[in-house]
């Protein structure tokens, strides 16, 4: 299973500008969210796949 989409439901978030916040009252889901984000934050590769992913999914990067 995706554990992202099984931390998915666990917790708000408002993107901004360069910003990214997410919130919840789950401390735990709030770190292993920014474990996995960290991840890819930290992997070139895996962030290239990601972008390129998004983009063929009709994501549009408006940044």
Known sequence: MNRLADVGSRFSYDPEGGMFC????????????????AAIATDADRMRRLVATAEADGFEFDD
């Open 22 to 37: 997410a919130y919840g009252r789950d401390l735990g889901t709030l770190e292993e969210l920014g474990t996995l984000m």
